[in-house]
């Protein structure tokens, strides 16, 4: 058996490189029969659209005991790493979860009162306000937070 020479200047690579890009198309592509049922669903809700008609709901929505397990894995796993951003979009979308399905509000403390109540809700409304204003950026929406407290509980703070 022979084998072929190594060649200093590694005339090899080329082959590698194209192996490489072959298997990276591989798994970032779609089988085609995959891809044109999507497009014609997509083709389908287009013409809706531009027909005017209702966009028909969700096949198959998520249930609000799934939606619940799956805030608290993504909230309360060591295995999921959230920023600030999507660690408090997750809280505030779980706690109006159960509010709505069980009539508790998980931020409240046992024996609540009407001003704590109020306080919780002025809370989640600032943290609302500044998710949307953050349009998906966690630094902006820190930053956001940041400058809803005020300075005399930054000072108390230190």
Request: with cysteine; charged share 35%; hydrophobic share 30%.
């Amino acid at each position: 058996m022979q084998q072929e020479p190594i060649n200093e200047n590694n005339e090899n690579t080329g082959d590698q490189d194209y192996l490489d890009a072959i298997k990276e198309l591989k798994e970032n592509s779609v089988p085609k029969a995959d891809f044109d049922k999507l497009k014609e669903k997509n083709k389908e809700l287009l013409q809706m659209v531009v027909n005017g008609e209702t966009l028909p709901a969700e096949e198959n929505p998520e249930s609000n005991e799934e939606k619940k397990a799956r805030l608290r894995k993504d909230l309360f796993s060591e295995d999921v790493s959230l920023n600030n951003l999507e660690y408090v979009e997750k809280a505030v979308e779980l706690r109006d979860t159960i509010l709505e399905d069980e009539g508790e509000d998980i931020f409240l403390p046992p024996n609540a009162t009407a001003a704590d109540k109020e306080a919780v809700d002025r809370v989640v409304g600032i943290y609302k306000e500044c998710i949307e204003k953050a349009n998906g950026d966690s630094g902006v929406f820190t930053s956001l937070i940041a400058s809803k407290i005020p300075n005399d509980i930054i000072k108390k703070g230190r």
